[in-house]
C-alpha cells in the first residue's frame, strides 16, 4: 500500500463537488443521462425480481450479444466474461496474469488506475515515454522489454490525452508482442466516442494474443452501474472468472440486463456533440498552449506555459480563478501537463478555456 496514492483525479472530483460555482474539468463522467431504453430496461429487471446473484461470467443474454458484436466487427470468436466496469476487468487481467515481479510495459501518460493496481498484484509497471506527441513509441517498448515482461498495456482513445493509436502502429505493436511473447491488454472504453471514424483496436492484427476489455460507462453513460466486459483466449478467461467468483461475485445484476438494450442503442448523437466539444476546447486552447488534438474521448492534455514550473503549481493558479484541472503528475511520471475533461457545457469550456489562455499569457 505504500506505493500506491489516494486518486488525483478523485481528490479534484471532491474539491469540485465542494465548489459547486467553479468550473470543472475534473472528472471523467459524461454530462448526458444513460439512454431512456436502457434505464428502462433496467426497472423491467428490477421489478421483475432480478435482483439476485447472476452466473459469474454474466447473463447468457448479454454475453451472446457481446459475441455476436464481435463477430460483426473482428469475425473473432473469443472467451467473453462481463465485468464490473472496465476497472475491473482490468484488476481480474493483473490477478490472472501475473507473478509477483512479473513487469507489465504501459505508455506514459498513463490512466491512473494501471499503475496502482499493477502494484496492488505485486507487479512492476514499466513506462515507456510517448510526449510529445503521445504516438505508441514502439522502439521504447521494444528497449522496455525484459524477461520478465508479461504484458502490453494498451489504452486507445486514450486517457488522458484523447489520442487514437492507429492501423500501423497497433501492427507494429501486435508484431512486437509475438517476437517476445507479450499479452496484450488493450482498454477501449472509449471507443464508442471516436471523432473521425472508427476506432481502430489491436485485436485483427493479434486475436489469439489479445484481452479486450470494454464497456458501457463512457459511450451511455453508465459510470455507476459498472457493466464492462472482456473478451480474449478462453484459458485466460476461465482464469478471469475463477477470480471474480472470489472478488466481484459477478457485475451488477440489473445493469447486465440494461447492457443487453444498450448494445443496440445509438451513441451517434454523443459522438457528434462530443466532436464539437473537442474542437471548442481546442480552437480555445491551442494559441496559448502546446497542444495534441485529440481523436476520442472527452479529454486533452496541453503543456503547461513557460511560466509556471509545473503542473501542480499551474492547477493551484487555475483553481484559484475556480478553473478546476488535474495536473499531469496524476497520470504521469512528469508534471509538465494538465488534464482537461470537457465532458461539460460548452459554455462552461468557452469560459474556462479564456481564463487558462489568461493564465498562459
Known amino acids: 500500500m505504500g506505493l500506491i496514492d489516494a486518486s488525483g483525479v478523485r481528490r479534484m472530483f471532491e474539491l469540485a463537488m465542494g465548489r459547486p460555482n467553479a468550473i470543472s474539468f475534473t472528472i471523467g463522467q459524461p454530462d448526458f443521462d444513460v439512454p431512456e431504453p436502457c434505464k428502462a430496461a433496467a426497472i423491467r429487471a428490477i421489478q421483475a425480481g432480478r435482483n439476485g446473484y447472476t452466473v459469474t461470467q454474466g447473463i447468457p443474454e448479454l454475453r451472446q450479444r457481446i459475441a455476436e458484436e464481435l463477430k460483426r466487427e473482428f469475425d473473432w470468436s473469443a472467451g467473453i466474461l462481463v465485468t464490473s466496469g472496465t476497472s475491473g476487468g482490468i484488476l481480474l487481467a493483473m490477478l490472472a496474469g501475473l507473478d509477483p515481479g512479473d513487469e507489465v510495459i504501459l505508455t506514459d501518460p498513463y490512466f491512473v488506475l494501471y499503475k496502482h493496481v499493477i502494484n496492488m498484484v505485486g507487479g512492476k509497471p514499466v513506462m515507456v515515454g510517448s510526449y510529445p506527441d503521445f504516438r505508441l513509441p514502439i522502439r521504447g517498448i521494444e528497449a522496455a522489454v525484459t524477461p520478465r515482461t508479461r504484458m502490453l498495456l494498451l489504452n486507445s482513445p486514450s486517457n488522458p490525452t484523447g489520442t487514437i493509436y492507429g492501423h500501423d502502429d497497433l501492427q507494429a505493436a501486435a508484431a512486437l508482442a509475438r517476437r517476445h511473447d507479450l499479452l496484450i491488454v488493450t482498454d477501449e472504453i472509449y471507443a464508442d466516442l471516436s471523432f473521425d471514424g472508427p476506432c481502430p483496436s489491436v485485436v485483427p492484427h493479434a486475436p489469439e494474443r489479445t484481452l479486450l476489455l470494454r464497456g458501457f460507462s463512457k459511450g451511455h ?77 472527452f479529454y486533452i492534455f496541453p503543456k503547461v506555459p513557460s511560466t509556471f514550473g509545473n503542473g501542480t503549481e499551474f492547477a493551484a493558479a487555475a483553481a484559484e480563478r475556480d478553473v478546476l484541472i488535474v495536473p499531469g503528475n496524476v497520470f504521469s511520471e512528469r508534471d509538465t501537463h494538465f488534464r482537461i475533461s470537457y465532458a461539460t457545457t460548452d459554455e462552461k469550456i468557452v469560459k474556462g478555456c479564456r481564463i487558462l489562455c489568461d493564465l498562459a499569457t
Open 221 to 297: 453513460g453508465m459510470t455507476g452501474w459498472r457493466l464492462g466486459y472482456a473478451a480474449g483466449p478462453e484459458p485466460l478467461i476461465q482464469e478471469m472468472t475463477k477470480v471474480q467468483q472470489y472478488t466481484f461475485v459477478c457485475a451488477p445484476s440489473m445493469a447486465q440486463y440494461a447492457g443487453v438494450v444498450a448494445m443496440d442503442t445509438t451513441v451517434s448523437h454523443h459522438v457528434a456533440a462530443y466532436r464539437r466539444k473537442r474542437d471548442l476546447v481546442y480552437e480555445g486552447l491551442k494559441d496559448a498552449f502546446e497542444v495534441v488534438r485529440p481523436g476520442g474521448g
